[in-house]
């Protein structure tokens, strides 16, 4: 006896524990027949905006390489200019050589110069009494000798600071070489530089841009689900309003689908896209047959046609019928519609249109609801077939 009691305890944990998991996908379902499409619409539109912000995530991280490269450029053109900085320092110091040494080859040229005049006026007069004065041959010769010397060490000293002057100009032309290296190596980082900053403007704007889709994409998300709530609003509105007559003058509930009582959406509570809803009536489609569209949809009860809508979102096209004593019933997503305000319709008899699938709605079916003394209850368990 224990045994068995246990036994059906552990089956009904279990059977427990399968419904759990199963309720959240069940409550999905129920979302189905109205609410699929809009739920699709808003997916598409969150897909797109997670496109977006991965975009904008490859853009920024896309600028943040080109800043770091700009850093580098930076820090590259300082340094050059450095160099180049340095290297006209030593051009100057080499061009200040090079005038020192140009001034010490003129000093040098212009005393020799002045020693060779000297020596010519001796030669045409003075010499003539310098050479008288040597008594002898060999003092002749030495101071023939002198002078040839003195012409030879002032030569070889003049080639010599030439030799220096043209090893200053050959540094001074290398000096210069770099210097011109170093002004091309500056030229191609700046306009490295002026690249990159175009290109880092053309993410900014590119940034920007995508921006104002993200925006626009809220704004889109935003427009779907308020439209949607809008409609229902109005839908909820109108069944509120007072009857035309106190008394109830409905008769017995009449299926509104002759043919077709397939209930693929009850009535209750729902998600949609993860926030709680509430179906406010039941759906209707073609169960096992092949198509609903089109189907007449009759007045449940009789009454008077009290709105016709021909809406884009919620119910789409859409009548609701007064049966007094603020007994309503609503049909929705309709295809057609075959009345107008004001008609007197007959339960079960009179067509009211056909079964589509306007406003928020995946398939063709039929959204119905009642609305009992003002207020909604699950049509289910009044209709007849
Ligand atoms: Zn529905």
């Known amino acids: 006896m224990k045994k068995t009691t246990a036994r059906i305890l552990c089956f009904l944990l279990a059977a427990v524990m399968l419904l759990m998991l199963a309720l959240p996908y069940a409550v999905r379902v129920l979302a189905a027949d109205d609410l699929q499409q809009l739920e699709q619409q808003l997916q598409d539109v969150r897909n797109e905006g997670k496109e977006l912000e991965e975009k904008q995530e490859q853009q920024e991280a896309y600028k943040e390489n080109l800043e770091a490269q700009n850093e580098i450029i930076k820090q590259q053109i300082a340094t050059i200019a450095d160099s180049i900085a340095t290297t006209k320092e030593s051009l100057a110091q080499k061009q200040a050589e090079l005038d020192q040494k140009r001034r010490e080859i003129e000093e040098t040229n212009a005393l020799f110069c002045e020693r060779l005049r000297a020596m010519q006026v001796n030669r045409s007069s003075g010499m003539l009494s310098t050479l008288l004065a040597v008594n002898t041959f060999d003092e002749l010769l030495t101071a023939s000798t002198t002078l040839s010397r003195i012409s030879a060490a002032d030569t070889s000293l003049l080639e010599k600071l030439g030799d220096e002057q043209a090893e200053i100009e050959r540094q001074e032309n290398e000096i210069n070489d770099q210097l011109t290296q170093l002004e091309t190596d500056q030229a191609a980082l700046e306009s490295k530089k002026q690249e990159l900053a175009s290109n880092i403007q053309a993410a900014d704007n590119s940034i920007d841009e995508i921006e104002a889709l993200k925006l626009a994409n809220k704004d889109e998300e935003a427009r779907l689900v308020k439209e949607y709530n809008e409609a229902r609003a109005q839908a909820e509105a109108e069944l509120g309003r007072p009857s035309g007559s106190p ?139």
């Open 247 to 385: 008394e109830f003058v409905g008769g017995a509930y009449n299926w509104p689908v002759p043919g077709y009582y397939n209930i693929s959406s009850p009535y209750g509570p729902r998600t949609l896209y993860g926030v709680p809803d509430f179906h406010t009536g039941i759906d209707i489609n073609k169960g096992t047959y092949a198509t609903i569209y089109g189907a007449n949809i009759v007045a449940s009860l009789s009454g008077t046609v009290q709105t016709v809508v021909y809406g884009s979102r919620g119910y789409g096209y859409y009548v609701i019928v007064d049966h007094g004593g603020n007994n309503k019933t609503l049909y929705g997503h309709m295809s057609r519609i075959d009345v107008t305000v004001g008609q007197q319709v007959v339960g079960g008899v009179t067509v009211l249109g056909g079964v589509g699938s306007t406003g928020n709605s995946t398939g063709p079916h039929l959204h119905f609801e009642i609305r009992l003394n003002g207020q909604q209850v699950d049509p289910a368990p009044y209709l007849g077939r």
